[in-house]
């Protein structure tokens, strides 16, 4: 019996997926919203447990960008006090420019209330879903999970409650300088089977 899909081409996707950081991104270089949206899409159709959908996401591109790199970096600097680093400072309001569009990632506490646990896996794998989606598009781009991501005050920018959590932003790009091949060690090494 033959496959329904091309499992080959699935294989290949997977197993050259990378993260590709703003350094490598073409400079300038705007990515199509109906592009973006089709990334989110395919994001959407994640699992989760109760079809409770917790995923949410919040997409800055254009003047969104400038918008988001100044809220970051002044909330680094009124949150850090004597641990203030400048260069951190000058990565957070730098960065976001640089990239054709940035995707807040949050999850959202549902009436379906399942362990907090499980609703941040879904959203991981909604986070999977659209990176390799993004590969299969010849895109870049990135989970970070550093800058405001877990700073309580953050929350309200992107309309999130007390029971919400901001889990990093997506950085995205067109490639310019391809990431290197990736290593795993051996699966067999991590795996156990039970036959009896």
């Known amino acids: 019996m033959s496959a329904p899909f091309d499992t080959n081409q699935l294989n290949t ?12 991104f073409v400079p300038g270089k705007v990515i199509p919203d109906d592009l973006i949206w089709q990334l989110l899409e395919n994001a959407n159709w994640a699992p989760s447990h109760k079809q409770s959908e917790p995923w949410r996401f919040t997409v800055f591109t254009g003047a969104g960008l400038e918008k988001l790199a100044i809220f970051q970096a002044e909330l680094y600097k009124e949150l850090a006090g004597e641990r203030f680093q400048q260069g951190k400072y000058n990565k957070l309001r730098n960065n976001p420019p640089q990239c054709s569009h940035v995707v807040a990632i949050a999850m959202k506490r549902t009436a379906v209330r399942l362990p907090e646990i499980e609703e941040i896996e879904a959203v991981a794998c909604a986070v999977q879903n659209l990176h390799l989606t993004a590969h ?3 895109l870049g781009g990135y989970w970070s999970s550093g800058g405001v991501t877990y700073d ?3 929350k309200e920018f992107f309309g999130l409650g007390p029971d919400d959590r901001l889990l990093g932003f997506f950085q995205l790009g067109y490639v310019e300088v391809p990431s290197d091949a990736g290593k795993r060690g051996p699966v067999q090494e991590k795996t156990v089977w039970v036959r009896e």
């Open 13 to 24: 996707l997977i197993r050259t997926r990378r993260s590709v950081f703003i350094t490598q």
């Open 136 to 138: 299969a598009y010849g």
């Open 152 to 154: 309580e005050p953050a």
